[in-house]
């Protein structure tokens, strides 16, 4: 079974911290992905990549970057937090032509 | 403009019962796939079906089947003998292009919200 990991189910933060959100996967998949879940708004997507070092930016990418150095891992990094960045993030990976997979999600705090 | 319209912010069925779930969706893409996915209460997303645009028969995978209608441009979710389990959030999803293969995120309806009543 394919498993994506995400490093935290909860987490609460301060405004202007600096965040790391982090998502491993063990399925050697290409493609990883971060989405933000707001009620009422679905899922929107942040930011994806399709390769070690590769990124690209997706619906809402303001106020976030992300990493990926290692083919397995996928970073999500809010530079300085802030109260509208409270959301629940989901992480998923896939191969070119198959479904994507997705991590348990992270509900994120920020006070 | 939305891409992916589902009208239903929430639905009651009893147990047992058939479920259909609408799903319309826009693009001038002739390539794309669609996508169901299963949000439980405890936040995970679990696939649950996919159709392409150029297949020629409809979705199906166990008890779930996709009404697919091209030219009305939906993609109904069929739920068959509902279960107590499958109360959840439901997402339609479509990626544009290549069948819906490709590296470019999903891109999701709001939802809509099925419980299943004993």
């Known amino acids: 079974d394919v498993k994506v990991t995400q490093s935290s189910r909860y987490l609460v933060k301060r405004t202007g911290e600096k965040v790391f959100l982090e998502c491993v996967q063990d399925?050697?998949?290409?493609?990883m992905f971060w989405y933000r879940q707001d009620p009422g708004l679905g899922l929107r997507l942040i930011y994806f990549?399709?390769?070690?070092?590769?990124?690209e930016k997706g619906d809402i990418p303001e106020g976030y970057s992300v990493s990926r150095e290692k083919k397995e891992r996928f970073s999500l990094i809010l530079e300085s937090a802030s109260t509208n960045q409270t959301s629940m993030y989901l992480c998923?990976?896939?191969?070119?032509?198959?479904?994507?997979?997705f991590g348990d999600g992270t509900r994120l705090s920020i006070l | 403009a939305q891409k992916i319209t589902q009208t239903q912010p929430g639905m009651f069925v009893q147990e047992k019962e058939a479920v259909t779930l609408d799903c319309t969706y826009d693009?001038?893409?002739?390539?794309?796939?669609l996508f169901w996915y299963k949000q439980p209460s405890s936040g995970e997303m679990i696939f649950l079906i996919y159709?392409?645009?150029?297949?020629?028969q409809n979705a199906t995978e166990g008890r779930y089947s996709l009404n697919f209608q091209k030219a009305r441009k939906s993609a109904n979710l069929v739920i068959s003998a509902s279960q107590l389990g499958d109360s959840a959030m439901y997402f339609c999803?479509?990626?544009?292009?290549?069948?819906?293969?490709?590296?470019?995120?999903?891109?999701f309806g709001k939802g809509t919200h099925l419980i299943i009543q004993p």
């Open positions: 998923a990976s896939s191969f070119i032509v198959k479904p994507q997979h």
């Open positions: 399925m050697d998949h290409e493609n």
């Open positions: 990549s399709y390769d070690v070092k590769m990124k």
């Open positions: 693009t001038s893409d002739p390539s794309y796939g």
């Open positions: 159709q392409g645009s150029y297949d020629q």
């Open positions: 999803a479509m990626r544009e292009g290549g069948q819906g293969g490709g590296a470019d995120g999903l891109t």
